[in-house]
T-cell receptor
Framework: GAGVSQTPSNKVTEKGKYVELRCDPI?????LYWYRQSLGQGPEFLIY????????DSGLPNDRFFAVRPEGSVSTLKIQRTERGDSAVYLC?????????????FGPGTRLTVL | LAKTTQPISMDSYEGQEVNITCSHN???????ITWYQQFPSQGPRFIIQ???TKVTNEVASLFIPADRKSSTLSLPRVSLSDTAVYYC???????????FGKGTMLLVSP
């Protein structure tokens, strides 16, 4: 079956612009996660959805970052007034349920570059 | 959440067995140990998970001593394609998110 997909694969934007990153999880997975990875670092947690609701958004760095999952499947990560420090690879993952025991399946990521 | 410590990098040659050890001195009773692998320009991929003693799958083995304060990921007969970053993570069912460190960069040479 299809894995987790993310679009676009690359996004270049200018400082101050608004961007949206999309994640299509594996069908039937109720849990969806967003992570951010900078060069040479491990992925850093941003937000976790269980179904349609954000169960844990403690990793969002500030109020410029927002994510939605309106129908419990596709999710969109939205970044307002982008800054150069937002440049990173944004990873999405999904799992059958939201438990550490369950394997998380990661997408290939979206590489965001803010000029 | 138990802190994990693992080597920054390791080098090996094709055909050798590679063992990557992770320290997690503050592991809790209900914590499991999970390893992920990440290739360049890809998202992490689950390798193996265990609670105690030994777990083996088609990719790797995971050795966990009785005190569970460390664990060792064993990759038999590595190939060039095993060059990747390997992450050790610890958590229990109450944790939904994964907390990654910097991982271990394994470089396999011909």
């Amino acid at each position: 079956g299809a894995g987790v997909s993310q679009t676009p694969s690359n996004k270049v934007t200018e400082k101050g612009k608004y961007v949206e990153l999309r994640c299509d999880p594996i069908s039937g997975h109720t849990a969806l996660y967003w992570y951010r990875q900078s060069l040479g670092q491990g992925p850093e947690f941003l937000i976790y959805f269980q179904g349609t609701g954000a169960a844990d958004d403690s990793g969002l760095p500030n109020d410029r970052f927002f994510a939605v999952r309106p129908e419990g499947s596709v999710s969109t990560l939205k970044i307002q007034r982008t800054e150069r420090g937002d440049s990173a690879v944004y990873l999405c993952a999904s799992s059958l349920t939201g438990s550490f025991y369950n394997e998380q399946f990661f997408g290939p990521g979206t590489r965001l570059t803010v000029l | 959440l138990a802190k994990t410590t693992q080597p920054i990098s390791m080098d090996s040659y094709e055909g050798q067995e590679v063992n990557i050890t992770c320290s997690h001195n503050n592991i809790a009773t209900n914590d499991y140990i999970t390893w992920y692998q990440q290739f360049p320009s890809q998202g992490p991929r689950f390798i193996i998970q265990g609670y105690k003693t030994k777990v083996t799958n088609e990719v790797a083995s995971l050795f966990i001593p009785a005190d569970r304060k460390s664990s060792t990921l064993s990759l038999p007969r590595v190939s060039l394609s095993d060059t990747a970053v390997y992450y050790c993570l610890v958590g229990d069912a109450g944790y939904s998110t994964l907390t990654f460190g910097k991982g271990t960069m394994l470089l396999v040479s011909p």
